[in-house]
């Protein structure tokens, strides 16, 4: 069975762009959770989607959206990029809630 | 603030050594236990997990962690370890005050030399 998969791997951005993550969650799964990685902390929860809605979300500015389409897939989208919002972008996915999440390897964000 | 902490940032054993990783979390109440490991250019993947019942939990590669509320402590334990262990171990925890979602702790880096 194939695992959770993110796209791109790896992006590249100038302060003050747009960004947007993909994240495909492990068949039968319907919900799916965002995380940011910062170099030597722990992932941080962003964003929680079941069925097409919103959850929850962790103290993260408006700047982050997201989304999830009727396939269950789901987008992270972050404006007005800041050198702080490089990080490792992790997705999670679940039949339901935050219990038995399966991550996926996540996008390698940079800003310059 | 509510936190997960995990005090051991970088641990070194040799091979066959024993491992103990703390953990301590400073949420009251009701809580979900979990350790995950990332394994080098791998995925975080679920090691085991605490919801209820015995609180010594067994979960995969000889791996088993203690629950002791009174301390809000879940220590990853391994007897032996070996140099595949090598890896990031994460602590986190679901309170159940408000929105229930995963909070990790920072990670400690285990290298196992042979």
């Known amino acids: 069975d194939a695992g959770v998969t993110q796209s791109p791997t790896h992006l590249i951005k100038t302060r003050g762009q747009h960004v947007t993550l993909r994240c495909s969650p492990i068949?039968?799964?319907?919900?799916v959770s965002w995380y940011q990685q910062v170099l030597g902390q722990g992932p941080q929860f962003i964003f929680q989607?079941?069925?097409?809605?919103?959850?929850g979300r962790g103290n993260f500015p408006d700047r982050f959206s997201a989304r999830q389409f009727p396939n269950y897939s789901s987008e992270l989208n972050v404006n007005a990029l800041l050198l702080g919002d490089s990080a490792l972008y992790l997705c999670?996915?679940?039949?339901?809630?935050?219990?038995?999440?399966?991550f996926g390897p996540g996008t390698r964000l940079t800003v310059t | 603030a509510q936190s997960v902490s995990q005090h051991n940032h970088h641990v070194i054993l040799s091979e066959a050594a024993s491992l103990e990783l703390g953990c301590n979390y400073s949420?009251?109440?009701?809580?979900?236990l979990f350790w995950y490991v990332q394994y080098p250019g791998q995925h975080l993947q679920l090691l085991l997990k605490?919801?209820?019942?015995?609180?010594l939990v067994k979960g995969i590669k000889g791996f088993e962690a203690e629950f002791i509320k009174s301390k809000f402590s879940f220590n990853l334990r391994k007897p032996s370890v070996q140099w595949s262990d090598t890896a990031e171990y994460f602590c986190?925890?679901?309170?159940?005050?408000?929105?229930?979602?995963?909070?990790f702790g920072t990670g400690t880096r285990l290298l196992v030399s042979p």
């Open positions: 999670a996915s679940s039949l339901d809630g935050p219990y038995e999440q399966y």
């Open positions: 068949s039968g799964h319907k919900s």
């Open positions: 989607y079941y069925e097409k809605e919103e959850r």
């Open positions: 949420y009251g109440g009701t809580v979900n």
């Open positions: 605490y919801f209820s019942g015995d609180p």
């Open positions: 986190a925890v679901i309170p159940y005050t408000g929105f229930q979602k995963l909070v």
